[in-house]
């Protein structure tokens, strides 16, 4: 954090370290939720001694992120913060792609850069893709199944902003990971989640209910993607360390930083989000074919024929499978599919694969991973401009025998002989879940599940279907 503290000396600010007992998160008895009680007492050490004032603005980096919400969810879960501005640089707020390959491979990628990003095993699995912790802050400070606003961010108490980079640290690219800085998905450095409840024990299995999980903070929060800047030098703030020769390009990590903390009050704060909007609406166009985007590329990147892959948007989505008891499904599958217009939407494992389906594994999903420690968590990671170009899969793969509309297909396998899943007349039930059209109804896009750059949480609720033998009453004789 050297060379971001020295720049914000240089601009006037007061800066002081946080050390967290030296920070031992390689120690494997140590959890995030450890580093956030620490986290408490040595802020309130430092403001009875003067090192820290009543308020103050923080700023975290990678790993950062969930110990610092993980302090706020659990000290200030309805606001109270002494935080005015959060600002997370390259923020793991929804894991990162690293945390599975374990230590070995870490050493080798981020160690080199010293103290980058360094977990043992309980951070390791606070960081994998898909765990319980992510989903529990996130249920504190932004998303809430049952209509609860309370949060410990918003636009007039503590808030939060978020800057990542689109580059990629050098050598990583041989990890074939997509839209991600090196070390986390775009999508999962964005604190601005989806959540849904998927209710097959509720309505039908082509049509089950479905629950929109309610926001808790702001709106939005402040957003930027930075096509000239990787998980490290994202906390560089000179422009020599951008990999882009354009002045403007390369200086404006400098001018976000700073605008981040000069907020003062909600309109600031809407104003500064709208401008960050325009930043990663910029960085979108580097992925675009087209004269307008070859000029982009030629002016950031150095020529109009770079590579605009990276640029891709993603979609991250985190599946969660239970039975309508709550006990986890662990056994079962995941596909893309789309409903057919005929209303026959009954699908099942056992029938032949479609061109549609094949179409969608190949080309809109680039990964699928099943949390270690809970395997009832599936995470995906989907190629929204596969999805939404005019030649991707909503808008020329779907003949007119289907829906223009994106969905998930699950089959569940029964446990055993006594309990079934979806039915009792079948050993494998399968249910249809939508996940997005080719257009929305609301013009303004807020009947979507599936957003720009975005997390999105589900839980699917499964029957469970028990035979009669499980409990049974006879008469004496």
């Known amino acids: 954090m050297a060379e971001i503290g020295h720049f914000l000396t240089g601009h006037g600010y007061q800066t002081a370290d946080l050390f967290l ?9 140590v959890h995030v939720a450890d580093s956030a009680r620490r986290m408490q007492a040595v802020i309130t050490e430092m403001q009875g001694d003067g090192r820290l004032p009543p308020r103050f603005h923080l700023i975290v980096h990678s790993t950062g992120a969930l110990v610092a919400r993980r302090w706020l969810a659990d000290t200030y879960p309805q606001g109270g913060a002494p935080v005015d501005n959060l600002l997370m640089l390259a923020p793991a707020n929804f894991g990162s792609p690293l945390a599975t390959l374990g230590r070995s491979m870490l050493t080798r990628i981020i160690k080199g ?3 980058g990003f360094q977990t043992g095993t309980e951070f390791l699995h606070a960081l994998e893709l898909g765990s319980c912790l992510q989903q529990d802050i996130a249920l504190v400070d932004r998303l809430s199944p049952d209509g609860d606003t309370a949060s410990p961010f918003s636009a007039t108490g503590t808030r939060p902003f978020v800057i990542v980079g689109a580059a990629q640290i050098p050598g990583t690219q041989i990890l074939d990971q997509e839209a991600w800085d090196g070390t986390v998905r775009i999508a999962s450095a964005n604190i601005d989640p989806q959540g849904m409840t998927v209710d097959f024990s509720q309505g039908s299995l082509t049509e089950p209910r479905l629950t929109k999980w309610t926001r808790r903070g702001p709106d939005a929060t402040p957003f930027a993607v930075l096509p ?22 390369a200086g404006r990590l400098a001018r976000l930083i700073l605008d981040a903390l000069a907020v003062e009050d ?14 990663c609406n910029e960085t979108r ?18 020529r109009a024929s770079a590579s605009k892959d990276r640029f891709n948007e993603f979609y991250q989505i985190v599946v969660e499978a239970v039975d309508d008891s709550g006990l986890p499904v662990q056994d079962y599958q995941l596909w893309l599919t789309a409903p057919r217009v005929s209303g026959r939407n009954r699908v099942s494992a056992g029938k032949a694969i479609t ?24 995470v995906l990671h989907l190629d929204r401009r596969a999805l939404m170009q005019s030649e991707g899969f909503l808008r020329k793969t779907l003949t007119k025998a289907y829906e223009p509309v994106l969905a998930a297909a699950i089959t569940a396998v029964s446990p055993g002989d006594k309990i079934a899943y979806f039915s009792a007349n079948s050993r494998e039930g399968t249910g249809l879940i939508r996940l997005r059209a080719q257009s929305s109804s609301d013009p303004g896009g807020a ?3 599936l957003r720009r750059y975005a997390t999105h949480f589900m839980r699917v609720i499964i029957p469970r279907v028990l035979d009669d033998d499980v409990f049974t009453v006879r008469p004496l004789d």
């Open 21 to 29: 007992g030296g920070y031992p998160s390689m120690a494997d008895d």
């Open 113 to 115: 850069w010293k103290r």
């Open 228 to 249: 000239d800047r990787h998980h490290l030098t994202v906390l560089r703030p000179a422009a020599k360390r951008s990999s882009s020769k354009d002045p403007a390009t």
């Open 266 to 279: 909600a309109a600031g704060y809407g104003r500064v989000a709208d401008e960050w909007l325009a930043v």
């Open 285 to 302: 166009q580097l992925a675009q074919d087209g004269e307008e985007a070859d000029a982009l590329r030629a002016r950031i990147l150095g």
């Open 355 to 378: 061109r549609i389906e094949i179409d969608a594994h190949n080309n809109l999903l680039k990964s699928v991973h099943r949390n270690r420690r809970n395997g009832e968590r599936r």
């Open 447 to 449: 009947d979507r599940f």
